[in-house]
């Protein structure tokens, strides 16, 4: 499966992007407006037009290259459940969504995907958000598919639920299908990380892996203006505390042959997990590269698709357009 191509937007750490690259599309441009996240992207992938710049203001007329495309694909930062559309004071998140179906109108790709929070397919307080994209897709002849998935279906050791639209041309459309679980059990945070802590040298390794036996819960990334990395809401941290993790910040590096790993004497005494390990619950490769400061780079890893994920729906929407498209109903 090739020759597919696609424009990615808000790419982040390109988590969506290498997820498609997989799947076998070829990239014609990335873009985002986070220094950190560009260098990121240019580190792992120096053969990919990557562009440094605000989607709002990303004009297609300038970058031909994005004309005429099998995808547009957009991991945009998560909506907030206050949100609605078309309001004066919508946030940038909204303003994101809809910056993307506008950008349809120009670049009129085959397929569109968008991933954001799980709510964005079905949950009432989006409605609206679903009904713009309707009126200002449909008809320019794009048939729609809403759906959630979940990160832990796809061998990611993560419960990580997203909100995916995907639209498709109308002569395409009717061969889509929604990916479909890859794993059968789920991973755990034990099997996936257990090499990274014994690495220095830690002998409890093993016994903290085996305590460690479930998915991680949601790696949240949180905002520019928020202060330093965690891992995630109170609720998350109470789950990482089972697994004997201090979810209160991250670490720098992985246990030493002296850590005392001892959770009942409180969190100096309970593993962190480094930004490196985060990814790797993200579903990102061990030699995938993430520039910038500690909590640059934790922003990126939690903000990111994951590339399991990124790669089932990619190769679901590839099935579809590289099968022979339905004859139009003549009227």
């Known amino acids: 499966m090739s020759g597919l191509t696609f424009v990615d937007v808000c790419s982040g750490a390109g988590g969506l992007a290498l997820g498609l690259e997989r799947a076998g599309f070829e990239p014609r441009l990335l873009l985002d407006?986070?220094?950190?996240?560009?260098?990121?992207?240019?580190?792992?992938?120096?053969?990919?037009?990557?562009?440094?710049?605000?989607?709002?203001?990303?004009?297609?007329?300038?970058?031909?290259?994005?004309?005429?495309?099998?995808?547009?694909?957009?991991?945009?930062?998560?909506?907030?459940?206050?949100?609605?559309?078309?309001?004066?004071?919508?946030?940038?998140?909204v303003r994101l969504l809809e910056a993307t179906v506008y950008l349809v109108h120009a670049i009129r790709p085959r397929a569109v995907l968008i991933e954001n929070v799980p709510g964005l397919a079905h949950a009432d307080k989006y409605q609206e958000f679903r009904d713009f994209a309707r009126?200002?897709?449909?008809?320019?002849?794009?048939?729609?598919?809403?759906?959630?998935?979940?990160?832990?279906?796809?061998?990611?050791?993560?419960?990580?639920?997203?909100?995916?639209?995907?639209?498709?041309?109308?002569?395409?459309?009717?061969?889509?299908?929604?990916?479909t679980p890859t794993v059968q059990e789920p991973m755990t945070v034990g099997i996936a990380l257990g090499p990274t802590m014994a690495s220095r040298g830690w002998t409890d390794a093993s016994r903290w892996a085996a305590q460690a036996d479930q998915p991680a819960p949601t790696l949240v990334g949180g905002s520019k203006n928020r202060g330093g990395a965690d891992l995630g809401p109170t609720g998350a941290k109470r789950k990482w505390a089972t697994m004997g993790v201090n979810a209160h910040t991250v670490g720098d590096t992985v246990p030493g042959p002296d850590f005392v790993w001892d959770p009942e004497l409180g969190r100096?005494?309970?593993?962190?997990?480094?930004?490196?390990?985060?990814?790797?619950?993200?579903?990102?490769?061990?030699?995938w590269e993430i520039a910038g400061r500690k909590t640059a780079r934790y922003r990126q890893v939690g903000h990111a698709t994951p590339p399991p994920v990124g790669a089932a729906l990619g190769q679901a929407i590839a099935e579809a357009l590289v099968g022979d498209p339905a004859v139009p109903v003549a009227g």
């Open 33 to 93: 407006d986070d220094e950190d996240a560009v260098q990121t992207l240019r580190t792992n992938r120096q053969h990919w037009n990557v562009l440094h710049t605000d989607l709002l203001g990303f004009d297609p007329k300038d970058h031909r290259e994005s004309y005429d495309v099998d995808l547009l694909a957009a991991g945009l930062p998560r909506v907030k459940s206050s949100a609605t559309v078309k309001r004066a004071d919508s946030d940038i998140e």
């Open 135 to 179: 009126a200002e897709l449909a008809h320019l002849g794009y048939e729609f598919s809403w759906f959630v998935v979940n990160a832990v279906d796809f061998g990611v050791p993560q419960n990580r639920k997203q909100g995916i639209l995907v639209a498709i041309e109308q002569r395409w459309a009717a061969a889509f299908r929604p990916p």
């Open 268 to 287: 100096d005494n309970m593993v962190k997990i480094t930004v490196e390990q985060a990814a790797l619950l993200q579903g990102f490769p061990a030699t």
